[in-house]
């Protein structure tokens, strides 16, 4: 942003101009009275995004200075729209009284904050459902060399400065993008030479500087967490230290030096994780639609059962990242497990809930200083509510609610102190000296009947005045320039003007304001013990934020409680519902899904049509299913649903299925629908290539992988090709469970010559001519496509559907084309798999090299010398020599 010079400025501005030069890449907004107020390019910039008035006030550098202003109670509505639109704004505070203002000096300002997109608090710009994460990233300095660059490490730290978690891991370079689609950070620190991907837009403008060297950070994270060593929270490794200190920087700096509450950083490590890619989640839309939709349509969406905010940010935390290890889900299953079987007590644990206030946004507000009075009471009724849930849970509880109980039960006592501490309906502010109710402060009490007593003695005056003068309606009014005045109608003001004691300050046509000294003494001591009363508010009110911050370490626990408790009880409802179970987890390989179905799509399709439920079975034996089907029979449905299962069976929560046995996956792969990638100047067909190489080189026998139609985006005989390729690494060298959709049906005969190769297909009826979709999965193939009909189906017109109804006859019957495209690499595999039984499709067998080899020499013809060299090129040639090399003499 172009900052002109500062020179010539007048005071006010002299200010703004030293502002602006420490937050260049901010709205600064300048505060003025009751409005901020917004100069030069600031100005012009707001009021485009914020479509308001453009005007100026005085002139710098003989040219009128732009300015737009926004008033200071709205100021969170046109916060939340500049940060939707990826500014940053710095706040800048009058820091002194107006009144209390000595000469002429501008007041003193100060920036308390920078509002970014990652260090927000306000509810107003949060979304209560979803975490607001800000990442910082550091790659090792020195990069290796010569090798992959996906290997390098990456250091990561992200904290919600909104709930206070505070997390770290170290990740390869090719697992970023899977730790970013993961946690969808509202702003990300990162050096340029990080690639951001698809996250590029949340980059945090102007930052960072040069990440701290390693020791220095971990002896800053010590410090601001007061203890000896980073070693008291766990094993963090240099980058996630670096990454974690850089964070803590950043806060320091758009909260002007304040510390906000943060739970100890925990290294968390991709271990442990379900690991998916962005392709994946984006195609499985689990917190969010591919057209960007978070409120419905989404896998969140369908099985929300939460009640506070809290739980519904943890339950989208944990679909993010389900768990790798057996103890954990168990732990959770255990968990709702025990609340479905009490159903009694988990309902009146519910309707406690619902009763919560969302505990952890109000306690980052309180440890930010940003707190007003509803901010504490909802700790004090958030602790409350955790109390009473606390002491309805019994003793004998699974692990899992065993250490909640202990957390929501920590603090009975604070609770009900904070809660007592505030008048019932609490005020917004504590400003107007009200909040704190009456009885628990004694001073305060004693000011506040002070000011009341002076107010019952203007009320008495209102009376002496109106006998005295003689004018019965004669009013005591407050203004807000003259202070207390005496109005009457204009038809007494001639009278009352004979009064010398009374003077008149203003004439109205509807009446006349009359001032007096008796009357301004008795304003002066009125504003006195008001501000008495108000200052001894303050106090009490600091204090009450004392007493929150000593035990915001026990808080923050119980906020986690009442979050857990809440996914929980949610889980238990999920299980209540027929055809949702616990699913049985091993450390096997098996995957046997019965009668599952897809949440998502069978709440879209409730109340028009029965969801068709469909068994899956990729156990060893049969870990690779190759489904066929005509377009619109339910194929995407299907493969998206057995990844759904894996990701809530693996988050510890129940699955739409009568039952599932599912051995525990490391990596998901997800490639459904199309994609394509024009922004970045990628095809659908590169898009697509990228994403079937990251699972060739990702994947592994404990991955599932669910792709559609792998190779449609190019040419057919291209496209089967790759298609048949790809199924052969996914069945001899990643020999992972997978689904595999495919409309090329002549893969199916592969059956023949891979094991692992089940094909299915989706049956659809033939009515007519005409096809129905019975969306169920049975053995077999596709006998055809039945392309030509959903065109139809798809209001495509008649004529050309007819047309292309036509064009298929004639080739079927005319065959070449068709034979063409498929005969001449089932024709080569086909003979290759007769000459070497056994041998794997796609290398050439070695027998069949050095049988061709010997029968080209005749050893009638060869000298010794000649027999012994061709028998060391033999030798070669066995070994893995290429035959051009070692025939070649
Ligand atoms: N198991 C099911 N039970 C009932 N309806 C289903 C089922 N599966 C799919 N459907 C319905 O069929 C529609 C099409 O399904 P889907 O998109 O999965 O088909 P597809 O075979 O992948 O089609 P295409 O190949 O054109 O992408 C869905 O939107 C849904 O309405």
Redesign the pocket.
Known sequence: MQIPSAAGATPSMAQWFAMKADHPNALLFFRMGDFYELFFADAQAAAAALDIALTARGEHGGQPIPMCGVPVHARDAYLARLIRRGFRVALAEQMEDPKKRAGKAPLRREVVRVITPGTLTEDALLEAAQPNLLLALVELAEKPRGRDRSQGAIGAAWLDISTGQFETAQVSRADLASLLGRLAPAEILADAAIPLGPWEDRRGVDWPPAPPRAEDARARLAQAFHVASLDAFGNFTDLEAMAAAMALDYLRLTQAGRQPHLAHPAPQGERGVLAMDAATRVSLDITETRAGDRSQHTLLAAIRRTSTPGGSRLLGTWLHAPLADLGGILARQDGWDFLLSHAALTEELRLGLRAAPDLARALARVALGQAGPRDVAAVGQGLTVAASLASQLPEALPPILQSARQALGALPDLGAYLAGAFVDPVPVRLEDGRAIAPGFDAVLDEERSLRDEQRQILARVQLDYAERYGVPNLKIKHHAQLGYVIEVPAAVSEKLRGFPELVLRQGLASGARFTSTELSELDQKIAAAAERAGARERIVFDGLVKTVMQARDAISACAAALALLDVLQGAARLAEQVGWCRPQMTEGEDFAIEAGR?PV?EAA?AGR????P?DCSLSPGQRLMLLT??????????LRQNALIVILAQAGLPVPAATATIGLVDRLFSRVGASDDLARGRSTFMVEMTETAAILHQGGPRSLVVV?EIGRGTATLDGLAIAWAVLEALHNTVRCRAIFATHFHELARLSGIMPQLQPAT?RVKDWKGSVI?L?EVTKGAAGRSWGVH?AALAGVPAPVVKRAGALLASLEKAGPLTQSAELPLFAAAQQQHDAAPGAELGQEPEADRLRQALADIDPEQMTARQALDYLFRLKDLASGASAADSLAS
């Open positions: 897809h799509v399709l049509d029965p969801f068709v469909n089907g005509p377009n619109m029979a339910g194929k995407s449905t299907f559609d989706m979709f969306h959903v």
